[in-house]
């Protein structure tokens, strides 16, 4: 019924830029809070960034200063532009929805694929 679709991932060195995109498709009412997520080998997944429908923004302090999350909510779409990136930021990437679909009266949460990002030093 939803399907979020995660693009932009990719190999680049230490000190690089890389926009992540996510589009979510489907018998969508509307869609609340939208987040990025990422998991690293070994690791468990953490929240890297959230930001409302009013686009309020949250983001772990690691990425502070350096990613920056936004969204068109006339396309379904959620972005990440992750600037100055370090090889600690290697880690699949996730997007993640809370999404009302059309004739449901709470929203659901939804998870895309997930996107590799590596970083090299």
């Known amino acids: 019924q939803v399907q979020l679709v995660e693009y932009g991932g990719g190999l680049v060195q230490a000190g690089g830029s890389l926009r992540l995109s996510c589009v979510a498709s489907?018998?969508?009412?509307?869609?609340?809070?939208m987040a990025w997520y990422r998991q690293a080998p070994g690791k468990q997944r953490e929240l890297v960034a959230t930001i409302s429908r009013s686009s309020s923004t949250n983001y772990t302090d690691s990425v502070k200063d350096r990613f920056t999350i936004s969204r068109d909510n006339a396309k379904n779409t959620l972005y990440l532009q992750m600037d100055t990136l370090k090889p600690e930021d290697t880690a699949v990437y996730y997007c993640n929805a809370d999404i009302r679909l059309i004739r449901q009266l709470f929203p659901t949460p939804y998870w895309g694929q997930g996107t590799q990002v590596t970083v090299s030093s």
């Open positions: 489907g018998n969508i009412g509307s869609i609340n809070t």
